[in-house]
């Protein structure tokens, strides 16, 4: 009898601060996560690749360490993708569209032409990443049920992306929208069903998004995050922004015991002493994230989003590790904030996997069924495949 065999997936999350790669095997219907590897990010400016060549370099880092973690050699890779450039479209007509679509590479759907006055609205030289569902019947004129809605990105950003892949020896096999993939990570489906907020604040870039009856609803980027809390400390305190990303993985809003300043006699600030540093560190952290949730509010209700949103909010991203950051989030967005958790119980993954891992899910969940398991003999025990099947057997007789 033929056994199963299983199937490699990999994801890789290219951020402004670090990569990150996922690989996970399906087997027997189920996703198990068997490497993971990170790196410091080079050539990658605000989520956008600017140097695919630099990028690739990093990029190959942190693969080498997922594959090195997993024992396998991996060829195609699911790629996120959120920057600022990104443009949501509501275009009046039903399903007509031009331009290159689809997010798997060399597999765009051809331009389809007609009168559609929504034609005009694709930005020259953007791309269709993603169909969105219609927007829902609200407040907004206009805006009726028939209304087509895309996600577009530069075609610039999605070439550098696929060029940075192949330079790391990668083939890519679809590009995400990275707050798609990893809600995958961190939403409950009944969370995505009934209306979640979910904002991913990273080095370079914020993004907003709702998800509502399972689908992305309302999206934007701004372009703020960690790079400028790290940037503002730096400043205020006269540092290095090696030494101010430290000062920000070290914050507690706790007073210590006995009421010490936490800073002192560690080297924070040279031209402050005498002053108050801790409070200054505060402060300084405190008005870019006032800042940040503040813009984050107006984009919410810029959204003007019609159903009603239970799941509240659910923050991730480097900078959601900051202490004290959902109470300031709740008191300026007025709505419940939690920190995301990656909804896989099994693993002790850090969040900073998020999109990784969510990229690998978002496959998984739309692999045919017949896809998810190969029953092939012949494969089992030559090439590729019958490597990591062996290599699986191997590991499961432990
Ligand atoms: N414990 C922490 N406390 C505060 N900030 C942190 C912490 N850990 C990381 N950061 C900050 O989070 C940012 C990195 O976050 P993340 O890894 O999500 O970014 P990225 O995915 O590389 O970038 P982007 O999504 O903007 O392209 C950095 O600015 C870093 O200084
Ligand atoms: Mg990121």
Known sequence: MAKDLPVVLMGLDPGTSKNAVVIAIIYKGSLEVVGVGESPSVGIHKGVIENPALAAKSVKQALEK???????????VSVSYCSANI???????GLMLTGS????????????????????????????????????AGTTPGLEQNCGRVLTAPSEDIANLIECARLAGL??????????ACSCALLT???????????????????????????????????????????????GLSLSLTRAVEILKEYRTE?????????????VCDTVQGKNTRDLVRSIIEARLTEIFTLAGQVIRGFDYPGILPGGVVIHGGVSQLSGISSIAEKLLQM?????????????????YAN?????????????????????????NEGFVGKIFNWFEDRTRR
């Open 255 to 267: 007073e210590p015991p006995g009421g010490e300043d936490v800073s002192a006699g560690n080297g």
């Open 101 to 136: 679509f689809g997010s798997r590479p060399g597999k765009e759907r051809p331009a389809v032409t007609g009168s559609d006055p929504g034609l005009a609205a694709v930005t020259p030289g953007h791309r269709i990443l993603k169909r969105l569902p219609a927007p829902l």
């Open 356 to 380: 990784a891992l969510g990229l690998v899910k978002y496959r998984f969940s739309r692999l045919p069924g017949d896809k998810k398991v190969l029953r092939n003999r012949r494969e089992q």
């Open 87 to 93: 443009e949501v479209l509501d275009y009046p007509g």
């Open 189 to 235: 489906p009944a969370e995505k069903e009934l209306g979640t907020i979910l904002i991913d604040i990273g080095a370079g870039i914020t993004s907003v998004s709702i998800f509502n009856r399972g689908s992305l609803r309302e999206t934007t980027v701004l372009p703020l995050g960690g790079e400028h809390l790290a940037g503002d400390l730096a400043i």
């Open 171 to 180: 083939a890519v096999q679809e590009v995400v929208y990275s707050p798609l």
């Open 66 to 76: 997922a594959e090195k973690m997993a024992g396998i050699r991996v060829g195609r």
């Open 336 to 352: 419940p904030v939690r920190i995301g958790r990656l909804q896989n119980p099994k693993s002790d993954l850090s969040p900073a």
